[in-house]
């Protein structure tokens, strides 16, 4: 946990805001935020899994070599 910084709140039109210092920024460009009793909690937004990843990457446009996948010949047991 690192220590406590006094910080300034200001308004960005109707809504309030508070300037994050450098050495408490969030990666990427979304948050969570949501109260623990009187205190503001505000977390990264994390990546569902996956699947998330899964659906964000654009598909191979590169034809796939054929493979031989016949079985082979069983062994003889002796």
């Known amino acids: 946990m690192s220590d406590p910084r006094h910080v300034k709140l200001f308004r ?11 050495d408490f920024e969030l990666p990427g460009d979304e ?7 009187d205190r ?4 990264p937004l994390r990546k569902r899994g996956l699947i998330a ?8 446009e590169e034809e796939f070599p054929q493979i031989d996948d016949s079985l ?3 062994e003889r047991v002796l």
């Open 40 to 43: 503001l909690v505000i977390e």
């Open 31 to 37: 948050a969570l935020m949501h109260r623990d009793g």
């Open 12 to 22: 960005s039109g109707r809504n309030q805001a508070v300037r994050i210092p450098v």
């Open 72 to 74: 082979p010949s069983p």
């Open 53 to 60: 990843l899964l659906q964000s990457m654009t598909p191979l």
